[in-house]
Every structure is written in C-alpha cells, then in structure tokens.
C-alpha cells in the first residue's frame, strides 16, 4: 500500500501549456510539500501545506499553484510552462508542525519528471 | 537558500568496505536527518539524530553530529553493492526541511 502516491510519473509537454500533478498520501500525516530537484539532484522546497493551509511558498513563481483539497492531498497545477521548469517533482508528508518546527521524517513519493519541449 | 553541503559529492568504494560522508551547515538546528535515493526514486528516511544527541545507531549505519561544528557525518559499515545511491542531510531551518547536494555514492563488486 504506497504512503505518499503522486501522479503522473512521467509528463511530456511543449512549453506554454498547462499541467497538473497529483499527490496523495495515506499516512494520516498533517503536512504535505512540493520539492523540485534539478537535473544536478538539488532538492529544493516549493510549498508546504499544513492542514490544507499554505505554509511555506517558498518564491516560487505564480504559474505554480498549488492546491489542497483536504489534508491528504495536495496537487500542484503548471502554467504556460517553461523550459526552465524540466524537473523532477517530489511530493512529501509529515506529522506536521510543533513549535513552529517541522516534526518528524519526511515520506517522498516516487517523483514526476516533467519535461517541456 | 541551502542549508546542508555533503562530501564528497561522489565516492566510489570496493564492496565490503566502509564509506564515510560528511555534511556541514551554517545555522543552528532542532535535529538533522539522513535520506537516501536511488536512481529514479523518491528519498527515503535513514536516521535522524537530534541536536542534543551526539551519535547514532541504525543497523550499518552510524551517524554523528558536532553543533559546535556545525556538521554530521554518516558512515555506512560492511557496505553493499545494494548501498550504491545518492545520500542527502536535511536540517530544519524554521519551518522547513532544506536538503544538501547530496554524495553519490558508487559500490564496486
């Protein structure tokens, strides 16, 4: 049974659509983010959500908006993509907030790789 | 901005030996944990050590941790050609997990 579930895996696409990539976790957890890791493998944060509320945006373009319709899901919608924006995705989860400190591990999911020809 | 910066950035080492990584950072933490990815995968959770912990233990692998230093280091023992993957340290800063470059980690047969 996968903890944290994102889809789809693979996304190819020409520069200026719109795409969307879903994430879903079973883990009861709080908290759920978007990471980007480049084509060096450098993890960066986009969004944490906790609760369904946006936590963390992290200066990231307003052609990436994220949404949570519930606590267990979080998606995260593309648009007018760029070149720039080839990656591979990660959605995350964890217990969620104390002391305005993150609690716990991180669960990833599998990744998407988007690529915008 | 980053946070955590592994050494080396790739490391190649015979099966059956140690392999040792490092990680440094620049501003105080609350714990800071150790992920592995292989090729083509999501992260997953190694260990975390807290700040008022100095070592730990998981089965092969032992992690340190110098606040005075700001840096940790994970050594994986006996290793296997299974270990080959891409290890990060992550540290909380605030109210998020920043990662590392990472090292990649090579086990030759």
């Known amino acids: 049974d996968t903890a944290v579930s994102q889809t789809p895996k693979y996304l190819v696409t020409q520069m200026g659509n719109d795409k969307s990539i879903k994430c879903e976790q079973n883990l009861g957890h709080d908290t759920m983010y978007w990471y980007k890791q480049d084509s060096k493998k450098f993890l960066k944060i986009m969004f944490s959500y906790n609760n369904k509320e946006l936590i963390i945006n992290e200066t990231v373009p307003n052609r990436f908006s994220p949404k949570s319709p519930d606590k267990a899901h979080l998606n995260l919608h593309i648009n007018s993509l760029e070149l720039g924006d080839s990656a591979v995705y990660f959605c995350?989860?964890?217990?969620?907030?104390?002391?305005?400190?993150?609690?716990?591990?991180?669960?990833f999911g599998e990744g998407s790789r988007l690529t915008v020809l | 901005s980053q946070q955590g910066e592994e050494d080396p950035q790739a490391l190649s080492i015979q099966e059956g030996e140690n392999a040792t990584m490092n990680c440094s950072y620049k501003?105080?933490?609350?714990?800071l944990q150790w992920y592995r990815q292989n090729s083509g995968r999501g992260l997953v959770h190694l260990i975390l050590i807290r700040s008022n912990e100095r070592e730990k233990h998981s089965g092969r692998l032992r992690v340190t941790l110098d606040t005075s230093k700001k840096s940790s280091s994970l050594l994986i023992t006996a290793s296997r050609a299974a270990d080959t993957a891409s290890y990060f340290c992550a540290t909380d800063s605030y109210d998020k997990i920043i990662f590392g470059k990472g090292t990649r980690l090579h086990i030759l047969p």
């Open positions: 501003t105080s933490i609350n714990n």
């Open positions: 995350a989860s964890s217990q969620g907030y104390s002391g305005g400190t993150v609690t716990g591990e991180l669960f």
